[in-house]
């Protein structure tokens, strides 16, 4: 179908002027732009207004573009689909495009300027040219009065009851809120001075703090849930901490970037309503448009700084930052790890190639070599829950959560092949694990009952007693204290298999210091299908993991950001679907160190979508 635009322009003297064009495509753009065809010289049409398409012979569609609607033979719509033959007007603020048939299948546009109303102009004045004055109130006086009555009657009356502590006959409190509180907070409808603790003074922390704070014992908190339990809440109460010092905050958030925002900003601050309160970004009284005016199951989420925004350049904000720049994931820095060493617990950078000083004595490969002898041992040992060679999972279980692991316990995880079995007269007992003094003290109570767990030189378990002689492990009962200490703590004893053991000259243990998290800034969550498996649903720990091959205890075997990057951000061979790359996937805001939970997307196909939207005019 071919659209002919038909400009019509009226002379003084009433007569039409039409000048026509046939539009170049079977899709016109309207509004007041100069890159539209069919243009609209009127500030009450946007730049692109709506879209006029043909979609059969003698019908065409007009969608919106934004909000703004258009009139259709005397509704205002936001989509329509319309019979030309029906001669259809369609309204966009001053102009009225009329549609008809033409010949050879054209679709004819009249655009005309509205027709004024009877006795005034185009422009909306009387004919005579002067608007005669109001005989009682003008506009300026009608203005003037209700602003002054809007003062007095919700500013005034309302300051000189809560003051003067009077009833006032009207709620100086509704009146002012512009909607109602969320159901996680509605036990506070009638407690405005719970969060507005001072007049004129916007939300501050310290009254999110009273229930929130994440920062006190864990009695304070379980008083603080009971507490809002009592008080009428329906929901948890959660608990939160400070994403940093609020002074770092304030200091490390980057100004805006026009003079608008600086100016905002400014003033924003200067009347006591700075962005970096928790009010700034968890706002209350916002009413669910789409279910009238019924309150939000949760205070409305509203961010006001995105994450790469305060992470671009944070560097030159705070100069004693330990945090590095991360201006977008493909520039994020590499991961850093919090390791053991000289000074307790440190974060090192993975470019520096850092080795982990754990103490402990595991060569991952000795024991996952499918041929080996950790493997030959494990097959005799099925009734202890193995019977295969070792794997990850032999060693490494899930916590509660499943994202993340159980620490490792000697007693059962290593324990089924390194014994802790030691033979006295009275019968074979076990050696206390965790502390070098306990168990020193507990050989020098048994000295005289029995050699030492494992000085025989027969083949056994790793600290298990073997050998012949007088007494087991071929050293005669009674053994001196020495002996036996030594034995434990010396080569081939029971301790020496696991830890780095040495004499300087008594008998002195490495330290063993085992983080809590490698990743104290972020997370890593093992429950993600993704994360467990491969596509064939087999265990893909050694992707990220080099186990197999590490033969020494002092290997991190962590995988750099780089090795996250081939799936997270974009599609390959190895993850069909891309995976999420934004920051939320591993942080947080309140605690870095978690993810921030993703909201249950909510069913809109049950919903019905009208076809257009119809405004009412008085």
């Known amino acids: 179908m071919t659209l002919v635009l038909r400009q019509v322009t009226r002379r003084v003297s009433g007569a039409e002027i039409v000048r026509e064009k046939v539009l170049p495509t079977d899709a016109a753009r309207i509004g007041r732009g100069a890159d539209c065809e069919i243009r609209l010289p009127d500030l009450a049409v946007s730049l692109h207004h709506a879209t006029l398409t043909t979609t059969a012979p ?268 991360a201006p977008s994931w493909a520039r994020h820095p590499n991961f850093r790890p919090t390791l053991p060493g000289p000074q307790g617990l440190t974060r090192v950078s993975l470019d520096s190639r850092p080795r982990e000083a754990s103490g402990l004595t595991f060569p991952h490969d000795l024991h996952m070599s499918p041929s080996g002898g950790a493997a030959r041992m494990a097959q005799t040992l099925g009734a202890r829950g193995y019977g295969a060679a070792l794997t990850c999972a032999s060693c490494h279980r899930p916590d509660a959560d499943q994202k993340g692991f159980a620490p490792i316990e000697m007693e059962r995880d290593c324990a089924s092949c390194h014994s802790l079995s030691f033979a006295t007269s009275g019968g074979v007992r076990q050696l206390p694990h965790g502390e070098p003094d306990q168990v020193v003290a507990a050989l020098l109570a048994w000295q005289g009952s029995g050699p030492v767990a494992g000085s025989g030189t027969g083949r056994r378990r790793p600290g298990e007693i073997g050998g012949t002689g007088s007494g087991v492990g071929g050293s005669p009962a009674g053994a001196s204290a020495v002996t036996t200490v030594s034995g434990a703590f010396g080569p081939r004893g029971a301790c020496f298999d696991c830890h780095t053991i040495f004499r300087s000259p008594t008998i002195k243990f490495t330290p063993v210091q085992l983080p809590g998290d490698f990743l104290s800034r972020g997370s890593f969550d093992h429950s993600v299908r993704e994360h467990r498996v491969d596509r064939q649903g087999q265990p893909s720990c050694a992707q990220c993991h080099a186990a197999a091959t590490s033969g020494s205890a002092t290997d991190l075997l962590m995988p750099s950001v780089t090795e996250c990057a081939e799936c997270h951000g974009q599609t390959t061979a190895r993850s069909p679907t891309p995976a999420p790359a934004d920051c939320e996937s591993c942080h947080s805001f309140h605690v870095p160190s978690q993810p921030t939970p993703r909201p249950t997307r909510p069913n809109f196909s049950d919903r019905p979508r009208p076809i257009a939207v119809v405004h009412t005019t008085p």
Not at 75 to 98: Q, Y
Not at 248 to 275: C, K, S, V, Y
């Open 58 to 325: 003698g019908r065409v569609s007009v969608v919106s573009v934004g909000r703004e609607p258009f009139g259709v033979d005397g509704r205002f719509v936001t989509e329509a689909d319309i019979d030309v033959s029906r001669a259809p007007r369609l309204t966009f603020g001053g102009h009225v495009l009329s549609l008809s048939m033409g010949d050879s299948g054209r679709i004819l546009i009249n655009l005309a300027a509205a027709e004024p109303a009877e006795g005034e102009s185009a422009g909306g004045i009387p004919a005579g040219g002067v608007i005669p004055k109001a005989r009682f109130f003008g506009r300026r006086r009608i203005a003037w009065t209700l602003g002054l009555g809007i003062v007095a009657l919700c500013l005034i009356w309302p300051l000189a009851a809560f003051y003067g502590h009077f009833q006032a006959r009207i709620d100086p409190d509704q009146q002012w809120s512009s909607g109602p509180l969320s159901s996680a907070h509605a036990f506070l409808e009638d407690d405005c001075q719970a969060c507005h603790q001072e007049a004129f003074v916007a939300v501050q922390d310290t009254s999110c703090k009273t229930c929130h704070s994440g920062d006190q014992t864990p009695a304070a908190m379980a008083d603080a849930a009971a507490s809002v339990r009592r008080a009428g809440s329906l929901d948890e109460l959660s608990f939160v901490r400070d994403h940093a010092p609020r002074g770092r905050i304030l200091w490390g958030t980057p100004p805006p970037d026009h003079l608008g925002g600086q100016a905002t900003a400014w003033f924003r601050r200067a009347f006591n309503i700075p962005e970096q309160r928790c009010a700034s970004c968890h706002v209350e009284h916002v009413a669910n448009p789409l279910a009238g005016r019924s309150p939000e199951p949760i205070p409305t989420l509203t961010p006001t700084q995105t994450c790469v925004e305060c992470h671009t350049g944070l560097t030159h904000r705070l100069k004693d930052t330990d945090l590095a720049d």
